[in-house]
Structure formats: C-alpha cells, structure tokens
C-alpha cells in the first residue's frame, strides 16, 4: 500500500492546549498535504507543503516535512472545540496525477 | 459555488446489484479521483482520471468500472454489488497530483 499512516490514531486534549499529529509516508514525494474531515462530512484541505520546503505555517496550523525520515507533522495551537475533526496527511508524487491518503487521526478537544 | 457534487448521498443496494455513482465538479480541474473510506482503512484510491479521455488504477480497483465523461464527470460504477463494496464513496478533484484536492460531502452506500 502506499498509504501513509498517522500517528497518534486518537487524540484528546483540553481546549487551549496544543495538539500534534505525525504522518510517515513510504515514497518519494512532491508535495504532502494535510486535511480535516468533520464527522459524516468531505474532507477539507488545510494546508501543502512542498518537498523543498521545511516548515509552512497558516494561521494556528505548523506543518513540519523531514524527506529524509519520510515524516510530517502537523500542530494546532490553542485548540477550540471546533477543531474536533479526523485530521489526514496526503502524498503527491512525481510525475504522478494522483493523491494518497494515510489513515487518520482523531481529535477530539474538550471544552 | 458548487465545487463538487456526488449524487446519490445514500444508497442500499442488494447483493448483485449494479448502480452508478456520478460526480461532477465546476471548477475546470484536469484530475478527478474516486476514494472509499472505511474505518480504520482512511481513504483509498480507486481509480482517477488525470485528464479528460484517461482513467487509471488505484490501490482497490477490483469490482468497480469508471467513466471520466467529459472535463466535468467521472462516473463510477459498480457491476455487482458485493457486501465488502458497503463503504463512504467520495469524490474528489484538483488540477493535478500536487494541489489541493476538493471533494464531494460523499455517498453512504451499504451493500446487503
């Protein structure tokens, strides 16, 4: 498969506090991407970042990418109850026309 | 804006069954994509079409047919249902492999 994989599979934390997530990917890549899936909903994209890249902030979102270790992280800061989502990375590959998906990770935030 | 829309939203189909599901965006992308999530699997790729008049495989294509119709559609068909089809069918699209993909609010389909 070439499906990445989350890490942690869930998560719950107080609002406020920070939450990370990890994604680790088997193949070279262009780009790695991070979405959000609210329950019973379509995924929403959050944020890309380019192979040549190392760090890309958007608003409370960081996403960190190692090429060497084939690793990604993403970190929500202050987190509201609202950010409580599936959170997924995505993999572009060169020369490649298609986007695959890891397995998810579960956040839930307390209010 | 209506981005992408999957029709239909649920579906229960019997063991044997065939149906279409069609997806069509407005927003003039080259590659379509067909994902099924089930839980603890995430999403994984059936088939995608990087441009009008192409379709290729993805990582479950077995039991399913696709049809990228024009700029706007890509249909997807399954020719006899099977109860390990149940599953959330989503449709996606982007300009290419390596930008941002929008998708479908997806069809909940169970195979009985």
């Known amino acids: 498969s070439q499906q990445g994989e989350e890490d942690p599979q869930a998560l719950s934390i107080q609002e406020g506090e920070n939450a990370t997530m990890n994604c680790s990917y088997k193949t070279s890549i262009n780009n790695l991407q991070w979405y959000r899936q609210n329950s019973g909903r379509g995924l929403v994209h959050l944020i890309l970042?380019?192979?040549?890249?190392r760090e890309k902030h958007s608003g409370r979102l960081r996403v960190t990418l190692d090429t060497s270790k084939k690793s990604s992280s993403l970190l929500i800061t202050a987190s509201r109850a609202a950010d409580t989502a599936s959170y997924f990375c995505?993999?572009?590959?060169?020369?490649?026309?298609?986007?695959?998906f890891g397995t998810g990770t579960r956040l839930t935030v307390i209010p | 804006n209506a981005g992408v829309t999957q029709t239909p939203k649920f579906q229960v189909l019997k063991t044997g069954q065939s149906m279409t599901l069609q997806c069509a965006q407005d927003m003039n992308h080259n590659s379509m994509y067909w994902y099924r999530q089930d839980p603890g699997m995430g999403l994984r790729l059936i088939y995608y079409s990087a441009s009008e008049g192409t379709t290729d495989k993805g990582e479950v294509p077995n039991g399913y047919n696709v049809s990228r119709l024009n700029k706007r559609e890509f249909s997807l068909r399954l020719e006899s249902a099977a109860p390990s089809q149940t599953s959330v069918y989503f449709c996606a699209s982007s300009n290419s492999g390596n930008t941002e993909a929008f998708f479908g609010q997806g069809t909940r389909l169970t195979v009985v």
């Open positions: 970042i380019r192979s040549n890249e």
């Open positions: 995505a993999t572009g590959s060169w020369g490649a026309n298609n986007l695959f």
